[in-house]
């Protein structure tokens, strides 16, 4: 699976991304979860967000490896937990094909799992998320962005000349 499957771009900036996880945490207050485990990296802002809605104070992470930039990688956990996520809340940022997902949900079964966007292929998976996208659409998270100067049209049309 390489970058030639995404047609689309959705760019989510920090506001969003916060007025995102707001929204899943509605849907959420009600339940009474002992901790968060954040899939990393994605799930860590997200999960760090809904951990000060819920005021969740217990945070562990599943650490899984599988994207390199745009492509997606063969899986390799760097780090799991020791428990089976009964009263726990998984969080990640995305479920896209859902080969991450699968892996989780097998170190966790019990644990309720959100995500803030998802995809048709991964979206069976979790219990829970805010935001469909097309699975050909690439998301750009605002921690994989940075701030340039972009020179006026002007400039660059001179420049040209």
Not at 4 to 30: G, P
Not at 77 to 88: A, M, P, R, T
Not at 96 to 101: E, I, N, S, V
Request: net charge negative; with cysteine.
């Amino acid at each position: 699976m390489t970058s030639h499957r995404y047609h689309q771009h959705f760019t989510v900036s920090w506001d969003q991304l916060h007025r995102d996880v707001r929204a899943l945490c509605h849907n959420l207050i009600e339940r009474d979860f002992v901790g968060i485990a954040a899939i990393t990296r994605g799930g860590l802002i997200p999960a760090a967000l809904i951990a000060r809605e819920l005021n969740v104070r217990l945070i562990d992470t599943v650490c899984i490896k599988s994207y390199e930039h745009m492509d997606q990688g063969g899986l390799q956990v760097l780090k799991g937990i020791d428990h089976d996520g009964e009263h726990w809340l998984l969080v990640d940022d995305l479920v896209d094909t859902g080969r991450t997902a699968r892996q989780v949900r097998e170190m966790l079964p019990k644990a309720h799992f959100v995500t803030v966007y998802a995809k048709p292929e991964g979206r069976p998976l979790v219990d829970q998320y805010l935001t469909e996208v097309a699975q050909d659409c690439w998301i750009q998270f605002p921690w994989d962005l940075g701030v340039a100067y972009v020179e006026p049209l002007v400039d660059q049309v001179k420049r040209k000349d």
